[in-house]
T-cell receptor, first 112, second 111 residues
Framework: GDSVTQMEGPVTLSEEAFLTINCTYTATGYPSLFWYVQYPGEGLQLLLKATKADDKGSNKGFEATYRKETTSFHLEKGSVQVSDSAVYFCALQANSGYALNFGKGTSLLVTP | NAGVTQTPKFQVLKTGQSMTLQCAQDMNHNSMYWYRQDPGMGLRLIYYSASEGTTDKGEVPNGYNVSRLNKREFSLRLESAAPSQTSVYFC??????????FGPGTRLTVT
C-alpha cells in the first residue's frame, strides 16, 4: 500500500542554519505530496504542496521538489529561525484515494 | 471564516464513559475526516466521509462511530471509552483540491 517515510528526529539546529528533512514515498501512479507543520499545542497547517512530478512547492522560505525518479519530496530551508521550531509531517494523497497518508513526523528545534 | 472548528478542546473520561466529539467546517467542503495522533505514530485515519450521507472506515475504526449530520458537521462518538483511546483527535475537511484543512484538535484522556 501507499506509505511515507521521513527522517527521524529530533533535529536540532542553530538559527540561520540550513535545513533538510528527508521524505520518501511508496505509491502507485502519481500521488500529490504535501508538507504540513504543527506548532506546539496546535493543529496541522498546510506548508506546501506539489501535485505532479518536478513541481516545486514553496512557502515561507521552505521548498520541496517532487522527484518521481527518487520517489522523494525533501523539505529544505536556507536559513531557519527560532519560530520554525515545530513538528513537520510529509504526506501523500493517492490519485484514487480520499485520505492522506502521513509520515511519523520530524521534530525540529531551532536554538538562538 | 473560522475554517474547521472542534469541540471540546480538552476532555477527561473514565473507562466505559461515552462522549461525542464535534467538528464543523464553513468552507463548503464535501469531504471530512477524523484522525488520531499518538506519539511516534503520526496521524492515523479513523473514519472519513467523502460526501454528505456517506461514511467509510479508515485505518483504525474500532471503538468509534461517526455521523455526517449535514454538509458542515461530522461527529465522532466513543461509546465506551478505553485507556487506549487516549489521544489527540483531529478533524479535517477537503474541497476540490487534494489538500486537507485541519481543526485545532481535541485532547482526550481516558483514565
Amino acid at each position: 500500500g501507499d506509505s511515507v517515510t521521513q527522517m527521524e528526529g529530533p533535529v536540532t539546529l542553530s538559527e540561520e542554519a540550513f535545513l533538510t528533512i528527508n521524505c520518501t514515498y511508496t505509491a502507485t501512479g502519481y500521488p500529490s505530496l504535501f508538507w504540513y507543520v504543527q506548532y506546539p499545542g496546535e493543529g496541522l497547517q498546510l506548508l506546501l504542496k506539489a501535485t505532479k512530478a518536478d513541481d516545486k512547492g514553496s512557502n515561507k522560505g521552505f521548498e520541496a521538489t517532487y522527484r518521481k525518479e527518487t520517489t522523494s519530496f525533501h523539505l529544505e530551508k536556507g536559513s531557519v529561525q527560532v519560530s520554525d521550531s515545530a513538528v513537520y509531517f510529509c504526506a501523500l494523497q493517492a490519485n484514487s484515494g480520499y485520505a492522506l497518508n502521513f509520515g511519523k513526523g520530524t521534530s525540529l528545534l531551532v536554538t538562538p | 471564516n473560522a475554517g474547521v472548528t472542534q469541540t471540546p478542546k480538552f476532555q477527561v473520561l473514565k473507562t466505559g464513559q461515552s462522549m461525542t466529539l464535534q467538528c464543523a467546517q464553513d468552507m463548503n467542503h464535501n469531504s471530512m475526516y477524523w484522525y488520531r495522533q499518538d506519539p511516534g505514530m503520526g496521524l492515523r485515519l479513523i473514519y472519513y466521509s467523502a460526501s454528505e450521507g456517506t461514511t467509510d472506515k479508515g485505518e483504525v475504526p474500532n471503538g468509534y462511530n461517526v455521523s455526517r449530520l449535514n454538509k458542515r458537521e461530522f461527529s465522532l462518538r466513543l461509546e465506551s471509552a478505553a485507556p487506549s483511546q487516549t489521544s489527540v483527535y483531529f478533524c479535517a475537511s477537503r474541497g476540490t483540491g487534494k489538500e486537507q484543512y485541519f481543526g485545532p484538535g481535541t485532547r482526550l484522556t481516558v483514565t
